[in-house]
């Protein structure tokens, strides 16, 4: 009863919230043998000074094996001392002590998920802000706007080309109250008055922030590398993508992933609006190689389980087993780098070590009977590939060139890309088996159709009608793939149809396997919905360089298309070595005539 007013409202200090919310992750987000692990590597870490132990950028980088040549050091050690300051983000950067570093790994591997309320099952607000630096002319600018957003103008509803990035941001849109979700359902675990949770007052705000383009270079080269990465695999494993042609060939890959997000020739960096709107659809799995990279603190080599209670040390049974390659099968378009790009939206458990080269243009023929003796029987989900350089403006007025831009409807739009980046990548994940289609397209609401290069975009499957995908022989009147466009027409009249129809955003190869064109008619819907970067209309028309079909599967789906193509392989055998088994040519035609099969006007094939 002595306790004054005052005392029994004093709200706890930083240090004995993140204090206790250290100790909670710690004691609720890590097993009792990983806990271990992490305070043994710490330990042998950190550096010591005025009694303050702590980690410097040199001593993450060696751990974590980052490579050098990424110079992608300081871009993590910042965004570690950022996080570091959760919840009170204002506080950031502070020293990587032992419970910033709890905070840390928790946030890095996701571990949060098994305390925190709220739905808080996004970390990407706190890591735009961990790697974001804030700029007072931009904040200036966006504070304008937002005094002008309620005074529309005349053509507020209008779209001009260019990147969503480069129109006028929309923060306050939808964040009004600019709380991160995690630091919300942090102090919520702890109980803490709501009066202590005032905005921004403990959350770093997205207002005037951008992640500097290339520092998001060069973190997304470094997630090229993560993507395939296991817990207890080591980063230098992956040494010889960083070197030669190799390293050249990432930094292609992820200048296209960046062009996703701004045109850097326009803009220095990446503003959350863009940043939140690109994240989801294109890139919902691009920082999961965070996760086993960070696992590396909760495992200690000095930690020996083969050493039993009595001291003594266990024979080792087994040695380790060899993990089959990333990629078994190279392709001319798809590579290691490609392979990492696809994980970053289709997820790394489908393709990492389950692709199989199904087809090959350069290898099979450029044909659609190939296409469909390669690829028709494998019953589980595959990857088209598509690569080819862009037609130029001026059509040629002869040969099959024409023929194909003849069968277009006129050019409407503008090439997708610069001039000077003419080399295309196009795609699509199908999950159903491919078949021979009729009269309807098959696939469904999970297919994807992609853009690889040179720029990054991904349109996920509409439900706005079922245009997915038509595998169209003759006597149609434009055969070929069709993925997003109305099924062409089998009716009499329609085999003379001067032009193709063309769906809003598809992608089309013809018959011959020598053309394409890939639309995105930002104004209309279709089967696939439209970019949500690129907010105007583009087409691309091109000439194929190759085409590849790569199955999604282990050892049992590649069982199942090797015993169908013996299945077909003995019935056509057998339909070729009909025999009567007479012996007599003669006889066996007066069998055949009685059956109806030859005579009457029937030639039946020759019996010779």
Known sequence: MGQTL???????????????????????????????????????????????????EDTVARFLELPDILAVSP????????????????????ILGFEQ???????????????LSRGASTRRKLLFKSMAVYDRKLSEIEQQQRHQVHTPGPNQNG?????????????????????????????????????????????????GAMIPAD????????????????????????????????????????????????????????????????????????????????????????????RRKDGSVAREVATARALPPLLQD????????????????????ELFRRLRLLYSGSEAGFSMGSFETKVFNWRAPTILLVSGTRLPDVPSSSGSEAVFNDSLPPKRFPNGSSPD?????FGALVRQPWRHTHRDCFGGEDMLLFQLAPNHDVFSASSLNREYVAFAKPPVAHPGINIGCPHPKTTQSSRHESLRRLGPVSLVIDSSFEYGVFTHDYSSGGAFSTSASRKYSFQERFQVDEIEVWGCGGDEEARVQRERWEWEAREAEARRRVNLGTGDIAADRALLEMAGLVGANRSGGSMA
């Open 6 to 56: 005052s005392d029994v409202a004093r709200p706890p200090s930083k240090e004995e919230i993140r204090a206790e919310l250290a100790e909670k992750f710690a004691r609720k987000c890590f097993e009792p043998l990983e806990l271990y692990s992490f305070k043994d590597n710490f330990k042998s870490l950190a550096d010591h000074q005025q009694n303050v132990r702590y980690l410097k």
């Open 75 to 94: 871009v993590i050690f910042h965004m570690l001392s950022c996080l570091g300051a959760f919840p009170f983000l204002q506080d950031a950067p502070v």
């Open 101 to 115: 570093m709890i905070m840390v790994v928790t946030i890095m591997t996701e571990r949060y998920g098994k305390i």
């Open 159 to 207: 779209h001009a080309p260019g990147f969503a990035v480069d129109e006028a941001g929309n923060d306050w849109d939808d964040e009004a109250i600019d709380d991160d979700e995690l630091v919300l359902a942090a102090l919520d675990s702890l109980d803490i008055n709501d009066a202590f949770k005032t905005g921004d007052a403990h959350a770093a705000t997205t207002h």
């Open 215 to 306: 520092n998001f270079r060069k973190l997304i080269m470094l997630l090229l590398l993560l993507s395939p990465l296991d817990s207890q695999e080591s980063l230098s494993a992956y040494v010889n993508r960083v070197t030669g042609t190799e390293l050249d060939e990432l930094r292609a890959t992820a200048e296209s992933i960046l062009s996703a997000f701004i045109n850097v020739e326009k803009s220095p960096g990446i503003t959350y609006t863009q940043f939140s709107q690109v994240i989801p659809t294109n890139f919902p799995f691009l920082f999961d190689g965070f996760n086993p990279l960070f696992e590396h603190f909760l495992f200690s080599k000095n930690l020996d389980l083969s």
């Open 330 to 349: 190279r392709g001319q378009i798809m590579n290691l780098n490609v392979l990492s790009q696809l994980s970053f939206f289709v997820g790394g458990d």
């Open 421 to 425: 980046r003419d080399g295309l990548i």
